[in-house]
């Protein structure tokens, strides 16, 4: 049995390996655009911080490991231009020698990831005007800093790539002005908490530019000026963070279905419309576990894990996966930011009657020094006295606590019931009640 | 309605002030033995620790503010000597006047508290011979350390107590020598990370003499000498941290029940075996999430969950407290230790077919600076596939993710379904796979 899988990262290796765990003697092939597998994506923005480290420690596994140790047919620089379902043919072309390659499969994964939005405007092809997915772009923005000595750097867009390269640009003590054209920070968060993030932006010399409607960017002796329709930001990079789109033209062309955010659609054992074809990773779909729908919310641990599942079922298990939480934490500066499940919008939108309550509480105990503050917010639905979802930001404390709640959505938790947990308590480490346990405290008193 | 409650600490103090928010009219009568309400008391080791801070900063409100501002008729130092459920009559003695006072009731509610274990040896009554239970413990251990220029101290047991009280005083430079007959440390976690926590000891200058058979103490000159069976200690004070009981004489000698470890015996709604007697806090049981038995595991969360349930219910409502899941975490020196559910060992006695599975692995990403080992032990049942309890050691990122355990406990998930669930990651907070999830996958495997 051929195994063909298009696409070396995160979900592509991982099913790679885990197949050949499993079926030592099955022929898994993997294509690779880049020349990179097996590395951490979200580690490049840290890695950038620091001019001491090179870029290539970010390499989990090397090309070469998993060919000569794992005995897979790895391809890099491998561009796929097509696939032929019915007739189970992958067509494309090898980057560097311009030539074209075919490969035929008895089972395909699709692991193509995603890719930066990059707006139709024009400058945005501009030397110096970069964005950050892939191992080659980290490559490419870390060498742009070092040769031309940035000093000054504009970022568009204010999610959390962009945010966690604010911060990583100012430890290389690069002037840092971010801008985007909606009006608000974070805009899934309640205010009281995004107004945190942005004073910690503030305190760390970040100018944010909210409500700047971006025409164009040109070049001007040394300089990039990004035009706004209000004002002019100039730098000596821009970086382009203003999301990504899922890598699914691939199987649209082929006739595969897609569904939400043009992701590609895959069933909980990961098949697509094609049941020889597979999607895992940042270009396919999954079940959300607050409202049963589905959704496509690009994070790495779901990348890793449909591509265990997809390897178990093509080897021939019988893998389901569940749904995903929305589960995610950024570091911004020395705030910790979680969320899981659903902003009061986003239950708004899907039919939910959200009731939120926003608290601030305190990261230690009573008394205990050092103590910084913490803000929870919990959503509920009026109606079931479900529990939705939650937000925090703090100093300290918020990270691996959102975990909890994420937990209890995967179980449709009420908020009574979360609120009834035996979350631990020990002075250093948190208050009497856990911050999570005092918003539910709160919002039960909403619902009821 | 006249609701009365002997024990003025975490679970009476709660009940009390929230009685009185439901019904401002009730008569809300509380009977504290000592002159202190409403403290810190897991506070009091790091408080002791520093000889800047006044013990009296533990206290969260005084006894006045419970007067004066919420109406509460508070009597400090009133010992309750019995009570007669069948006239409905709480009597007992003031302390400072040894003059006897009675009380009626309607609706009582006995928060009691634990006690120290003192062994029933010689010597233990000794000037300097210290347990830490209430604030007046606390008192007294920080007066001794000041008075007495405390150089050398022993500790005896090795529970959280114990070990908590180490590092408070080697912070004050003080040598500990702690002492158990016990042959093994923390008996409940797999050696492997049990044996992370005697290193930090170790490292910690702190002195571990398990499996000594203590026999008494005798004082000679300035110094205490604790006898055991094959060696001497000797110190300027000895610290006594082998364990607490529940003070439940008060209700069994009313005729109220007791059951596991003899503590009283309460329902869901906190209610004993007799209807208009409540019981809350360190004195009372509950039910456990995994075994589904009554349990006994007295913490400060539980007492003031009870304490407001207990008053809701006096007050009308019909609130069940949902079970405990043992969930406890403490700090080391530089490690954070917790646990929730059920050990191997206790799994076993509860008629589980326990598997567990230990994993090491690291507090942040792959290449992310700064990492630190983490070690988890997760157990499973071989029977049901069911997750029974968790455990993990660390300097870093231990804290609040056993709080993700703890809530799969209560909705009593399987491992399979507790290893999908969609936990937060980022470069700074963990690897991709979060170390409990790591640890599922692997238990996983031992299961099916």
């Known amino acids: 049995m051929k ?51 090179n870029i290539e420690d970010l390499i989990v596994r090397r090309a070469d490991v998993f060919r000569n140790k794992q005995g897979i047919d790895l391809f890099t620089g491998h561009q796929v231009d097509s696939i032929d379902p019915k007739n189970k043919i992958v067509s494309g072309t090898i980057r560097r020698k311009g030539k074209p390659f075919e490969f035929i499969y008895d089972r395909l994964l699709i692991a193509t990831g995603g890719r930066p939005i990059i707006p139709q405007l024009s400058g945005f092809n501009l030397p110096g005007v970069l964005a950050l997915k892939n191992l080659e772009d980290g490559r490419k923005i870390k060498a742009f800093i070092e040769k031309h000595t940035v000093k000054k750097a504009v970022i568009i ?55 700047c409607k971006i025409m164009r960017i040109e070049k001007n002796g040394g300089l990039l000026n990004v035009f706004c329709d ?60 607050v409202t049963g729908k589905k959704t496509w919310i690009p994070l790495a641990l779901r990348a890793n894990r449909a591509g265990w599942a997809a390897a178990d079922n093509v080897c021939g298990g019988s893998v389901e996966l569940d749904s995903v939480a929305g589960t995610a934490v950024f570091k911004v500066f020395d705030l910790e930011v979680a969320r899981t499940g659903l902003s009061v919008e986003e239950a708004q939108r899907h039919g939910f ?42 100093r300290e404390g918020v990270a691996h606590r959102i975990n909890a709640a994420a937990v209890a959505l995967h179980v449709n938790m009420s908020i009574a019931s979360f609120s009834q947990t035996d979350l631990a308590y020990a002075p250093p480490f948190g ?13 039960i008193k909403k619902i009821i």
């Open 3 to 53: 195994f063909l899988i298009v696409g070396g990262d995160a979900a592509g290796m991982s099913a790679a390996s885990r197949a050949k765990r499993h079926m030592p003697d099955m022929d898994v092939i993997v294509l690779e655009k880049t020349e990179d597998v097996s590395y951490s994506a979200c580690g490049m923005p840290y890695n950038i911080a620091d001019y001491r480290r």
């Open 157 to 211: 867009g204010m999610g959390y790539v962009g945010l966690e390269m604010a911060e990583a640009l100012r430890a290389r003590s690069i002037a840092v002005e971010m801008v985007k054209p909606g009006a608000t920070l974070l805009p899934w968060m309640p205010r009281e908490m995004a107004a945190v993030v942005e004073q910690e932006l503030t305190a760390n010399q970040v100018g944010l530019n909210l409500g």
């Open 230 to 289: 209000d004002r002019i930001l100039s730098a000596d990079m821009v970086l382009v963070a203003v999301g990504i789109v899922p890598n699914s033209e691939l199987a649209s062309h082929a006739g595969i279905e897609t569904g939400v955010s043009n992701a590609i659609s895959v069933n909980r054992k990961l098949q697509t419309s094609d049941e020889a074809v597979y999607a895992a990773g940042d270009c396919a779909d999954a079940f959300h576990a």
């Open 353 to 394: 009657e959200p009731v939120a309550e926003t608290i601030k509480t305190r990261s230690r105990a009573h008394a205990h020094p050092g103590a910084e503050s913490i803000w929870v917010q919990l959503t509920g639905d009026h109606k079931t006295g479900m529990l939705l979802g939650a937000q925090m930001v703090g």
């Open 431 to 443: 208050p009497v009640w856990d911050p999570l346990l005092t918003a539910a405290n709160q919002l």
